[in-house]
């Protein structure tokens, strides 16, 4: 593998969660990410939430059943968000 020009200086990770731990939002945000800040600290590492992209939906779909998942798989939509214009 060649050698980057660019030093790292940052990683991006996704996790995946059981979306049960969603089923009341605002607790499941809250508890999911005061766990991963506790984590990251835990190794000396920095924590910093992404940004809302304002611009995009996204949803990620799977069956009831959990099969695309099951089989490591993951559907990914990524849609622009409409223009609303206001108009006077």
């Known amino acids: 593998m060649e050698k980057s020009n660019f ?4 990683r991006e990770y996704k996790l995946m969660f059981n979306p049960s731990i969603f089923q009341d939002l605002e607790k499941g945000l809250n508890e999911t990410t005061d766990t991963i800040h506790r984590l990251v600290e835990r190794h000396g590492a920095i924590f ?10 996204v949803l990620y779909q799977d069956t009831r059943t959990h099969d695309l998942g099951n089989g490591s798989f993951l559907l990914r939509i990524r849609e622009e968000k409409k223009e609303e214009y206001n108009k006077e």
């Open 48 to 57: 910093k939430e992404g940004k809302k992209d304002k611009k995009r939906k």
């Open 7 to 10: 030093p790292v200086n940052s």
